[in-house]
């Protein structure tokens, strides 16, 4: 059974799921324990994205090794500047 659903792409899932809540949204509107789980869920993301942002800037930073192509450029670079 687990290894048909993880056979699904991601994006099928995903359209799985929310035609599965707005059916069950339509359908049983007066269900508002399910409001509770919602707001555990955007509760968790919103502790968890700022980790996850800091954590991927940090790697990139870490990766960074000198002389290497990379997309780092210095924005202001005191020696270009011109007296006006």
């Not at 509770?36 to 940090?58: D, E, N, R």
């Amino acid at each position: 059974m687990l290894q048909k659903y993880i056979r699904i792409p991601l994006i099928a899932r995903i359209i799985i799921a929310i035609v599965i809540g707005v059916f069950v949204g339509v359908v049983a509107p007066s269900w508002t324990w399910i409001d509770v789980l919602g707001q555990l869920f955007i509760g968790a993301l919103k502790a968890i994205a700022p980790l996850l942002v800091f954590m991927v800037i940090m790697s990139s930073i870490s990766g960074y090794q000198k002389g290497a192509h990379n997309h780092f450029k210095t924005e202001l670079n005191p020696k270009n500047w011109r007296e006006v």
